[in-house]
């Protein structure tokens, strides 16, 4: 299994909102699964954890760019 981050539409009470949320994959590249919540850029222990998570999203940026995923992506739930 694989995972990347994507951008991820999800519907609310208010309406939806969108999230960078880490996307896992089935063999064939379909997505299977996706986080609870999306990424939280709110609380590290430390600058260089934060620099961390910064680079790793910004690394995936070019998955960032793809079609943005709706829960029906997942079968109508955050699977």
């Known amino acids: 299994m694989t995972w990347n981050y994507r ?8 309406g939806y909102s969108y999230g960078i949320y880490e996307v896992y994959y089935d063999e064939s590249r379909k997505p299977i699964a996706r986080t609870e919540t999306p990424v939280d850029l709110g ?3 430390t600058v260089d954890d ?9 690394e995936d940026a070019h998955d ?3 079609s943005i995923l709706t829960d ?8």
Do not use: C, Q, W
Not at 50 to 58: A, G, K, S, V
Not at 72 to 79: C, M, R
């Open 7 to 14: 951008i991820v539409k999800t519907e609310t009470p208010d």
């Open 43 to 45: 609380d590290y222990e």
């Open 72 to 79: 029906d992506d997942f079968g109508g739930t955050n699977a």
């Open 50 to 58: 934060l620099r961390f998570e910064i680079h790793m999203i910004f």
């Open 64 to 66: 960032i760019s793809k």
